[in-house]
């Protein structure tokens, strides 16, 4: 019998590579808190990111720049909570990868001390010494190409990549080369369908799609667009599964209704004291005698 304790996560990262291999489909999905990690646990998603897109899904930012590793770790403590049994990632927000090796090092270093089991970034040929480094230090990185929202100015916007000749070319070289940096996956997201395609038939690690076609090695969709939560026409690369918002908003609209026409609490919601003291507290008088 082994004397190693099993990892509490029925999904590592060697999983990946054999599903991958085996051409069975990776399903992953963002979650941000205890109660959207359970669903997507719940619903046996194989992966869940802890995405700074958290930054314009919960926190009411317009893009991922503001969010912090302060940020980041609140939202991934909780989730770690209910400890997944799904692989779990965690996005490096914008400036912790950029300033330096040691505080790159550090600050995924920190997401793995709180229960990731690897990190996610952005960028393709550039990143390689802070990947490399990242590796060195026994942590697992999951590369990000095609549209990487923390670039956005650079972009000109939340735009497709890769279209021309020498950007898809240029796609197809970096995914190269953040394989051969130790990436254990890379995530493309933005890209057209063909592109995104050669880029998995070229690599040997699994590729994960966002509006990147079915070419991939699997599927992630932020928790809250599945869901129809965001309220709005989806961006073309969603497919919504439910009108969450419509569902929730009736659903709390029932209840204030309830609520203001006293249907809402009824008994079973409520307690009931025993027939003995409600008599005491039905016959109690404010400054009469006890
Ligand atoms: O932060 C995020 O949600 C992402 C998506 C591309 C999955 O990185």
Redesign the pocket.
């Given at each position: 019998m082994s004397h190693v304790p099993e990892s509490r996560h029925a999904v590592t990262i060697p999983t990946l590579l054999q599903m991958a291999r085996e051409g069975r489909p990776i399903v992953?999905?963002?979650a941000y808190d205890a109660p959207t990690a359970r669903i997507a646990d719940a619903a046996e998603v194989d992966v869940i990111?802890?995405?700074?897109?958290?930054?314009n899904?919960c926190l009411g930012f317009e893009n991922?720049l503001p969010v912090s590793m302060a940020m980041m770790l609140h939202h991934l403590e909780a989730v770690v909570r209910i400890r997944p049994r799904a692989l779990l990632l965690a996005?490096m927000p914008y400036l912790s990868y950029h300033l330096g090796m040691e505080d790159s090092i550090r600050n995924a270093g920190a997401f793995l001390q709180r229960g990731a089991q690897g990190v996610?970034l952005?960028g393709g040929a550039r990143r390689i010494p802070v990947i490399r480094a990242l590796v060195e230090a026994e942590i697992p990185v999951m590369g990000?190409l095609g549209l990487t929202?923390q670039s956005l100015h650079a972009m000109g916007g939340y735009k497709v990549q890769g279209r021309t000749e020498g950007g898809a070319l240029a796609i197809l070289e970096d995914a190269q080369r953040l394989q051969d940096s130790g990436c254990f996956a890379l995530?493309l997201?933005g890209i057209p369908a063909e592109l995104a395609r050669r880029v998995t038939e070229t690599v040997e690690i699994p590729t994960?799609g966002?509006g990147a076609g079915p070419g991939c090695s699997g599927q992630?969709?932020?928790f809250h667009d599945v869901l129809g939560l965001i309220p709005g026409p989806p961006p073309k690369f969603v497919r919504a599964y439910l009108d969450g918002f419509g569902a929730l908003r009736d659903a709390l609209a029932s209840w204030a209704g309830e609520v203001r026409s006293g249907a809402f609490p009824a008994a079973p919601e409520s307690y009931l004291l025993p027939k003995a003291v409600q008599k005491a507290v039905q016959d109690w008088r404010p400054g009469g005698e006890s």
């Open positions: 992953m999905t963002t990111l802890v995405g700074d897109s958290v930054g899904v991922t996005d996610k952005e990000h929202p995530l997201e994960i966002i992630v969709l932020v």
